[in-house]
């Protein structure tokens, strides 16, 4: 069960831009994440992967969080993040985390949000 401390060192990480970054930090090896109803991504080295790859297509991100809370291992994270596209077009994207922690660190993480919003421009 994480400590409203160590939730609020991971948010301020995602919210001072290092993505990847707190994925390595605040993640377990095993851990899984996904989107909507698509398939889970498992391992730490993936997710960092793909949070690097995420993070190329774009440049830059403002990442805020609304609200979070936390109940014992579990915890739900309201995002909104701010792209600026490399052509210069800009995008806002919604997001609900609900994560599972073991100990310290995330295990398992899913995101809800509108599907008809694209993360990043293609």
Known sequence: MPTRARLDEFIAAV???DHDGAIERYYTEDAS???????????????????RAALARVKSVISTCV??????????????????????????FDEVALQEWRGDRIFRERFFY?????????
């Open 114 to 122: 509108d599907p008809a919003k694209p993360k990043a421009e293609s």
């Open 67 to 92: 609200s979070s809370i936390g109940e014992g291992d579990r915890v739900a994270i309201h995002w909104v993040f701010e792209f600026e596209y490399h052509s210069g077009k800009t995008g806002r």
């Open 33 to 51: 994440m996904q989107e909507n109803a698509a398939p889970p991504r498992v391992g730490r080295e993936v997710l960092v992967a793909h949070e």
């Open 15 to 17: 919210v001072s831009g």
